[in-house]
């Protein structure tokens, strides 16, 4: 569980980012983390992964303070940045080197993704592209298994089909007992994937809630024309005609767009905010 009590940062004096948040992650989510460019997602992981430390308050990860970075919680904790520095090592070497400090790496499982990647040990890291680097390392994060596994941007540089493997890497190797989060801008990568949804704008929380739990009350779909304003709770244009949200009265389930979710939340919807509590009871993601 990662928890942030009363979580505070800044960068500078008069730039106070997070005032106050109180957030909860729970065991057994694959959440994603939507937000618009400088809305403090990656300040957010950082703080989470003891990378940055809060200015004042507390983030908890299975009751250990992220700033304090105390071995338990390192070997527990795998975080991938937007931009990866690698060291000028082999694949095999940077195993060496690297895994020993996760005493549940499990090198078959890695090579299963090396070659699921076709990336061979041999290879230099530093001579890969952008996109076998993070290949390189997402099999690394995920053969650690570590609890929890935060993922900054992780499919930007990644081909078409190393997305769809990507996704199924992450399902394969989730497990309840772990924590994932997956920050990117890439929505459609996050298909079927995540479990939870949390948006952020401005260092705030505008909705955390279960993927079920947001199409138990929503559904989404698309009219070819606009339709009444009493009708739906959000509507836009879009090439394909008026992608909409409403109240779910009849218990359908729909698919999550999580983009237009994210528009209407962000354009300030009176309507829709209120809908998602903060720090919601989660129950366990079970896959299908
Ligand atoms: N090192 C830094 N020094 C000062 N301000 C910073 C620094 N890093 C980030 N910021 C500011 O903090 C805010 C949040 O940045 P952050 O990188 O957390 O956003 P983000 O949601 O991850 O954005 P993006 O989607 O563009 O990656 C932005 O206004 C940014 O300019």
């Keep these: ?34 937000g618009k460019n400088g809305a403090g997602k990656s300040t957010l992981i950082k703080n989470i992964g003891g990378l940055l430390f809060p200015t004042t308050g507390q983030v908890q990860v299975f009751g250990q303070e992220s700033r304090l970075r105390q071995v338990n919680f390192l070997k527990d904790i795998f975080f991938i940045p937007e931009e990866c520095y690698l060291p000028n090592l082999t694949v095999k070497e940077f195993i060496q080197v690297y895994a020993p400090f996760y005493p549940n790496f499990d090198l078959t499982q890695y090579q299963s993704y090396l070659d699921l990647f076709g990336i061979a040990p041999s290879r230099k890291l ?53 924590l994932v989060i997956i920050s990117s ?15 952020l704008d401005q260092g705030k929380v505008l909705l955390h809630a279960a993927k079920d739990e947001i199409l138990q009350r929503l559904i989404f779909g698309i009219s070819p024309a606009s339709l ?4 739906v709770l ?14 779910n009265t009849s218990g359908q ?32 993601y079970e896959l299908s």
Excluded at 148 to 163: M, Q, R, S
Excluded at 185 to 199: C, T
Excluded at 234 to 247: D, L, N, R, V
Aim: hydrophobic content about 40%.
């Design 1 to 34: 569980m990662i928890q942030l009590n009363n979580f505070c940062y800044r960068y500078s004096r008069n730039q106070e980012l997070f005032r106050g948040l109180n957030l909860t992650l729970q065991s057994g989510q694959i959440y994603g983390l939507l």
């Design 126 to 178: 530093r001579s890969l592209s952008y996109g076998q680097k993070k290949k390189t390392l997402i099999g690394f994060a995920l053969a650690t298994n570590t609890r929890v596994l935060i993922l900054d941007e992780p499919t930007n540089g990644l081909d078409i089909p190393a997305k769809g493997i990507f996704r199924n890497m992450i399902k394969d190797a989730f497990k309840p007992d772990r």
């Design 185 to 199: 801008h890439q929505v459609r990568d996050l298909d079927e994937l995540i479990s939870s949804l949390i948006i």
């Design 228 to 231: 009444p304003e009493t009708a």
């Design 234 to 247: 959000y509507q836009e244009k879009s090439p394909a005609g008026w992608p909409y949200i409403a109240k």
């Design 253 to 284: 389930k729909t698919y999550l767009d999580m983009e237009l979710l994210f528009n209407a939340l962000l354009e300030n919807n009176a309507a829709l905010q209120p809908m998602f509590t903060t720090n919601p009871k989660i129950p366990a």
